[in-house]
Every structure is written in structure tokens, then in C-alpha cells.
């Protein structure tokens, strides 16, 4: 127990926390000193101090202020989605300027599949800090943001302060994914909670139940991602940046699937460039005949499908067509399943063709 209570110490002296910190991580360590090892307690109490020093308090990872690198990772990982673009340069270029600015809070809001969350992988590796992602799909209790007083048995901290003790830096770019998806009940609302998290007024004095004294998030830049703003609080909206992140369109999709989803599949399913060739005027049968979505998400399943069914002729040796026929892509993906020009030779009696709007437009 002495060596653990001197490592313990020891680790201290190398924080750079507040002297505030300091003063109540002093009288929790004297509060284990006097605990018997064998007491229950012992161990949550040498829990709390362990995560008091595993939190990285005011400790930053450098940021890369080279603006023509970060655009050029932007554009490496993502093709079009230009406003969000513009908005993470704008942030790089005044944080040059000014380094102790407050970081924006931005929520991409847009259809399943068109690269929300791999958004933020790149915005982290354009501007050289940790990511960290946070699903809020489903959750329903408040003590899953704000963590649980440490009385209760299985007291644990809550997910942001969790978090960024996973991140391991006080300013690492933090996903919120699905931030449309968070549930209420009994248990409080989560998404209240997240109104402390998200407001920069507010958010350099966050306090977990769990840690007991308050956190600066002030360092953290905040990412949201939604599909539909209409389930989302107004308070939590009115804190946030929306940026809206429109579909694709067909040139774009075809342009993607070339760029990234084709190389992608080829590398997943260990197939060589060589092995296989896909046209344009086939990527686009693809999008047209068997997807109809605002994203990519579907385009890249069909195209693992075509990639796999060349893939199974290469291994049993079975002679293909390198470059891809519009009878392959039947063949490997069935009857098309969209039919875009239907509605145009409609003369049957009794049926009227109506006009609907889906996120494809």
C-alpha cells in the first residue's frame, strides 16, 4: 500500500493542474492513507485517484497550423462537401492568429452515407489532434453524460470525461455521432445534460458527478452529427453551427466510387488494380439501376458485390471480363431494381403518377 500511495505522489508531481486540483487530489490521497488496504472502500477511492491522474488536465497536442496540408487531407479523404471545408480552414486560420480562441461547436447535419462521421477522422488528422467518437444513439439516462456520484456501487464517470481521458489530450477533436438520436425517460434527459457540454460560455467549468470538480472542455472541438434537426432540442440547436451536408450527385458519386469506395473494395477483398475494371457509364448503371440513396453507402455494397463475384472467378481460375460488361453487373447483381423513366409511359387505366420527395431528391 505505501508503494502505490508513493506512486501515486509521484505521478502528481508531473500534472499540470490547477492548484485547486492539486489541493483536492492532496486531501483524497490522505483520505486513502488512512484507509485499511482490505477496506472495500480502499479500492474506490484508489479508482477516483487514478482517474484524477489519468485525465489529461491542460495538457494540448500541438496543432498543425500548415492551412495547404489540412486542405490537402480534406479534399485526400473527402470529394466534394466544400462548406465544411471552408469552415475547418477558417478555424485553423484564426486559431493561428488568435491561439486562445474558443473552439467552434459545429453539427453536419445530412442523409445516411454521405460522410459525416468520417468527417471528423479527417478534421482530426488535418488539424494533427486526437479523435474521439462518442455514439449517442439510444441513450437514455443523464448519468451517461454526467457520470454517477462515487457513493453509488459501480460509480463510474460519465462518457465525455471518459473520453477525453481516452483521447489522452485536452483538446482532441470529439464526434458526437447521431446527437438527433438521444432518447429520454425516467432517468433524467441526456440531452439537457449536453447543453453544458456544448455551450461555449459554459463548457470550461463542466462538471462530472463522478470526478467532482469541474473540467475545461473550452479546448475541445466539438463535431455533431444528425440526419433531421427536427428531433433535436431547440436550446441544444440554438448552441450549435449547423452545416448542412447535402447528397451527391451522380458525377460526384461517380467520381467517389472511382477515387475511394473501387481502390477500397479491391484492397478489402485482395485483388490487384489489374484485376479488375469499372467504367463510368457502368459505376453510373449501378447508381441509377440498383441504389437510390443520397449517399455512397449502398453504391460501395454493390460494388464489394461486383469486386466479390470477380473475386470468386479469380480464385477458382474461371476465365472473366477484366473490364466489366453491363451483363456482368446483371449477372453479379440480379434484375435491376429501379426503374428510373417508369412513370413516363404510364397510360394505364386508373392509376395517376404522383409526386413524392425523398432525401435522393
Not at 42 to 52: G, K, M, R
Not at 86 to 92: D, F
Request: glycine share 8%; charged share 30%.
Amino acid at each position: 500500500a505505501d508503494i502505490e500511495f508513493d506512486a501515486l505522489q509521484e505521478r502528481a508531481k508531473k500534472k499540470k493542474w490547477s492548484k485547486q486540483v492539486d489541493a483536492h487530489f492532496d486531501k483524497e490521497l490522505d483520505k486513502l492513507g488512512r484507509m485499511n488496504p482490505a477496506a472495500p472502500d480502499y479500492s474506490v477511492q484508489l479508482n477516483y485517484l487514478e482517474l484524477l491522474l489519468d485525465l489529461p488536465w491542460s495538457e494540448l497536442t500541438k496543432d498543425n497550423f500548415d492551412l495547404k496540408r489540412a486542405q490537402r487531407i480534406l479534399d485526400k479523404d473527402h470529394f466534394g462537401l466544400e462548406k465544411v471545408k471552408q469552415r475547418i480552414i477558417e478555424y485553423l486560420a484564426v486559431l493561428k492568429l488568435k491561439r486562445d480562441m474558443k473552439a467552434p461547436i459545429l453539427c453536419l447535419v445530412g442523409p445516411p452515407g454521405v460522410g459525416k462521421t468520417s468527417l471528423g477522422k479527417s478534421i482530426a488528422k488535418a488539424l494533427g489532434r486526437n479523435y474521439v467518437r462518442m455514439a449517442l444513439g439510444g441513450i437514455r439516462d443523464e448519468a451517461e453524460v454526467r457520470g454517477h456520484r462515487k457513493t453509488y456501487i459501480g460509480a463510474m464517470p460519465g462518457r465525455i470525461i471518459s473520453s477525453i481521458k481516452k483521447a489522452g489530450a485536452d483538446n482532441p477533436v470529439f464526434v458526437l455521432d447521431e446527437i438527433d438520436k438521444v432518447g429520454t425517460d425516467h432517468r433524467g434527459d441526456p440531452s439537457s445534460a449536453l447543453l453544458e457540454v456544448l455551450d461555449p460560455e459554459q463548457n470550461n467549468a463542466f462538471y462530472d458527478h463522478y470526478v467532482e470538480m469541474d473540467y475545461d472542455l473550452s479546448n475541445v472541438l466539438f463535431i455533431a452529427t444528425a440526419n433531421s434537426l427536427s428531433t433535436i432540442q431547440p436550446a441544444l440547436l440554438d448552441r450549435m453551427e449547423i452545416i448542412e451536408v447535402n447528397g451527391y450527385t451522380i458525377e460526384e458519386k461517380i467520381e467517389i466510387a472511382k477515387k475511394f469506395l473501387l481502390p477500397k473494395q479491391k484492397e478489402n477483398h485482395g485483388l490487384k488494380l489489374k484485376d479488375i475494371v469499372l467504367k463510368p457509364n457502368l459505376i453510373e448503371k449501378v447508381i441509377e439501376d440498383y441504389t437510390r440513396e443520397s449517399g455512397v453507402r449502398g453504391l460501395e455494397k454493390k460494388i464489394g458485390s461486383l469486386v466479390r463475384g470477380v473475386a470468386t472467378k479469380l480464385a477458382m481460375e474461371e476465365e472473366y471480363n477484366v473490364t466489366l460488361t453491363n451483363e456482368d453487373v446483371e449477372r453479379i447483381l440480379g434484375a435491376p431494381i429501379y426503374d428510373k423513366d417508369l412513370y413516363e409511359g404510364n397510360e394505364v387505366a386508373g392509376v395517376v403518377t404522383g409526386l413524392a420527395w425523398t432525401s435522393v431528391g
